[in-house]
């Protein structure tokens, strides 16, 4: 019933550029905290990059100043700005957004499915 669907997952080389999306799509009522993590092989996965509804922004340390976190309210849809990208970036992508289908439910948290982000020459 709700959707989030990512794109723009690549191999690039270091010090190249990317663009993430995410749109959420379905029964959706309301749109809080939308973001990002990532998660490497045989690593937990971690925080990169949240947007809250009214455009507060939180990174984390190691993407801050080369990552940039955006969203279109109006087309659901969140985005990644990578810039400056180092093999350590290499992991599966992933979107979230806390969602209400309904003006009466709670917020719930919606996952995308991935997208891979390589980084290597």
């Known amino acids: 019933q709700v959707q989030l669907v990512e794109s723009g997952g690549a191999l690039v080389q270091p010090g190249g550029s990317l663009r993430l999306s995410c749109a959420a799509s379905g029964i959706i009522f309301s749109i809080g905290d939308m973001g990002w993590y990532r998660q490497a092989p045989g690593k937990q996965r971690e925080l990169v990059a949240t947007e809250s509804s009214d455009g507060s922004t939180n990174y984390a340390d190691s993407v801050e100043g080369r990552f940039t976190i955006s969203r279109d309210n109006a087309k659901k849809t969140v985005f990644l700005q990578m810039n400056s990208l180092k093999p350590e970036d290499t992991a599966v992508y992933s979107c979230?957004?806390?969602?209400?289908?309904?003006?009466?439910?709670?917020?719930?948290?919606?996952w995308g499915q991935g997208t891979q982000v390589t980084v290597s020459s």
């Open positions: 979230y957004g806390r969602i209400a289908m309904t003006s009466i439910s709670r917020r719930s948290d919606y």
